[in-house]
């Protein structure tokens, strides 16, 4: 049979999540690799409500310090920690949008000049115009497609930058899992990351150099305006009243009426764009929950209650779409409405002068082009409104995520909260708990004062009621659950493996299941098929490259299996397992427990288990008292091997300080001091 731990082991500090040291791995698609890395800043200060608001208005204070908070990582991507082609990208791109209103205003006059020829049927002007026109197009369409190219790679290269950082500081730590456990607005962090982070850098590209694009053909071409229209004389009442300007005039209380109306109509535009985009992320969850979850749910039968809440979720997703539907019913009615009259509007104001002949055919086609683009520019938030809105809900929902992680970052740096210490053991001990607390986020104690010194060899059963802190203490050993005092200190240079309940499995092959965390192809073929033979999962040998659903296919004593195998192929120092045999029955749990102790016979083992069938499988107990203010540490005492088990002799009792004792005393449980 091959030797699954003839790899040599990897040299690391002990790791909470994993046996070995990650190692650098080739992007197997350079294309779905992030194109930009982002760095992220440190988080900063935090920003406490005046006391003395209302709740409306403290709750108005914190969703405009969201969009602060935004920015105050997304502008990171101009900075010297930002992408090198930022400032060349962008500086490109308002050169482009200038250029391209130079365009515009010459197709402008070009208006102006093919119609005064042919008001004048002048020919040889016509033609020259004509084929002067062609590279007046083919110039500009150059521009907007070089324009297009630029807006798109900045929204690409700046939403890559803000998602790896964000990502980077979401996975650092823990934190993914840290934000289960803490209050907060961050709910469905994988929907705010992969839809609200893109709208939130999408739409201020499209806004800024629409917001420019519009300021510079406004200032154009109200200029164009004042030039050709010039003044209107009005005869009221036996004299004449003269308007200086009366394009431009005109230009400016037409686009006030129909920005003001769209402001006033489009007020909750917002509010009910973040009330959907939170009913889309909760539906997508409640969907994901049932695919998840679909073995449970199948053999429970309980499709009809799955249904119920879909279908009670979606009704939440229809109402918000139709009250947002009112709004944008509301919207397109002021801007379908100014879009038909703005082309109307300056012939009709020009009609006047040019049947007196102060007018040419062409300055009225020129006003009415310079009127169009003019009202296209100051009708901008018009046309806009709906989309801002959508980038401002999204825009506070990235930045909810980010405040949540400011504050377990800014826990992890202060003593504030109270944190548990991590260092390094100064003899021979595997691992030491000194004075170690456990408390939640807000300071309830859930463990108190536990004192527990491993030695190398020595395999610990942590047993207590339900509810007395087992699984919480070892999240604390493993350095998922930050919260609490005192220190948990390792030995310098081992490795640690925790097996949870519920084993994670990765998508992909069987290979690369039994491989997690390391890469599939850090063991070979058969020594992958040994560690599974061992575990009793022989009868997948033959499925080791098969790419399939194994996380819905296998049991939950077949993944607990998996996870076993996994302890085989990395070969760690210290195993922590919590309650890593809960799906497996009496006779598979020992012969689970013996390979794992005839293979890794120097292994240190802190097991979590409510099975008194355990105790026969280590070598200490300690245990656990739920009681108020924090459970506490009641006893700790060497364990005796049953006589049934004798046959396991050596494997099981052959190393450890503690196994030693044990024989030394006759075998009698001794309490520790």
Not at 382 to 392: E, G, I
Not at 455 to 474: D, I, N, Y
């Amino acid at each position: 049979m091959a030797d699954i731990k003839s790899k040599p082991k990897p040299v690391g500090g002990a790791k909470p999540n994993g046996a070995r040291k990650p190692r650098q791995r080739e992007a197997p698609d350079v294309e779905a690799a992030s194109e930009v890395v982002g760095e992220a800043a440190p988080p900063p200060e935090a920003v406490e409500p005046d006391p003395q608001l209302s709740p409306e208005k403290a709750e108005q204070a914190r969703k405009k310090y969201l969009l602060k908070r935004f920015w105050i990582s997304a502008r990171g991507y101009w900075s010297r920690r930002g992408d090198k082609l930022a400032w060349p990208c962008t500086i490109g791109l308002l050169i482009l949008i200038c250029v391209n209103v130079g365009f515009q205003y010459g197709i402008n006059v070009w208006n102006r000049s093919i119609f005064d020829a042919i008001e004048q049927r002048n020919a040889p002007t016509v033609y020259f115009l004509s084929a002067v026109f062609v590279p007046l197009v083919l110039g500009s369409v150059s521009l907007v497609v070089a324009q297009v190219y630029l807006r798109m790679t900045i929204q690409r290269r700046w939403r890559s930058w803000l998602t790896t950082s964000v990502i980077g500081r979401w996975l650092t730590n823990g934190r993914y899992y840290q934000l289960n456990l803490v209050g907060g607005d961050h709910q469905n962090p994988e929907a705010r990351i992969a839809e609200d982070l893109r709208i939130a850098t999408e739409s201020p590209v499209d806004f800024i150099s629409g917001v420019i694009n519009a300021f510079l053909a406004a200032s154009t071409f109200i200029v164009v305006l004042w030039t050709i229209g010039g003044a209107l004389t009005l005869p009221i009442g036996g004299s004449t009243v003269t308007i200086p300007g009366f394009l431009v005039i005109t230009a400016v209380i037409y686009a006030a009426i129909t920005s003001t109306s769209m402001v006033v109509i489009g007020r909750h535009f917002v509010e009910l764009s973040e009330q959907k985009n939170q009913a889309e992320a909760e539906f997508r969850y409640t969907l994901t929950r049932v695919r998840e979850n679909g073995e449970s749910i199948a053999l429970l039968g309980g499709e009809e209650e799955e249904r119920s809440g879909i279908d009670r979720t979606f009704a939440g997703v229809l109402k918000r779409w139709a009250m947002l539907a009112g709004q944008h019913m509301r919207t397109a009615l002021v801007s379908q409405g100014s879009s038909l009259f703005a082309p109307v509007v300056p012939v009709l104001l020009c009609a006047p002068k040019f049947l007196d002949g102060s007018m040419s055919l062409g300055q009225v086609m020129q006003a009415a082009s310079a009127f169009a683009i003019v009202q296209g520019a100051f009708g901008w938030l018009v046309d806009n409104y709906p989309r801002l809105a959508d980038w401002n809900a999204s825009a506070r929902r990235i930045a909810s995520l980010m405040m949540s992680l400011d504050g377990l970052e800014r826990a992890e740096e202060s003593d504030a909260l109270g944190r548990i210490n991590r260092g390094e053991t100064k003899d021979d001990t595997m691992l030491s708990l000194n004075n170690l607390s456990v408390s939640l986020d807000d300071g309830t104690a859930v463990v108190k004062e536990t004192e527990v010194v491993i030695q190398p060899g020595e395999r610990l059963l942590v047993a207590g009621e339900s509810g007395s802190g087992k699984s919480t203490l070892v999240r604390a050993i493993a350095g998922l659950w930050p919260w609490g005092g005192g220190s948990v200190d390792f030995h310098p240079g081992k490795r640690m493996f925790m097996l949870p309940q519920r084993p994670y499995i990765p998508s992909g092959t069987l290979r690369r299941a039994a491989a997690y965390p390391g890469a599939a192809e850090d063991w070979t073929v058969p020594q992958i098929k040994a560690a599974l033979d061992k575990v009793g999962l022989g009868h997948l040998g033959d499925k080791i490259d098969e790419d399939a659903p194994w996380d819905q296919t296998l049991s939950g004593g077949e993944k607990q299996r998996l996870a076993f195998a996994r302890l085989l192929l990395h070969a760690p120092d210290i195993i922590v397992l919590d309650e890593a045999t809960a799906a497996l029955d009496e006779k598979s749990q020992d012969k689970m427990m013996e390979t794992i102790i005839r293979e890794l016979p120097d292994v240190t083992i802190v097991s979590v288990a409510h099975r008194a069938e355990l105790e026969a499988f280590h070598s200490r107990k300690i245990t656990l008292e739920r009681r108020k203010g924090g459970a506490k540490l009641v006893s700790d005492i060497d364990l005796l091997p049953r006589k049934r088990r004798g046959l396991l002799g050596r494997a099981l009792w052959g190393s450890g300080a503690s196994a030693e004792k044990s024989l030394e005393r006759g075998g009698i449980p001794h309490k520790k001091n």
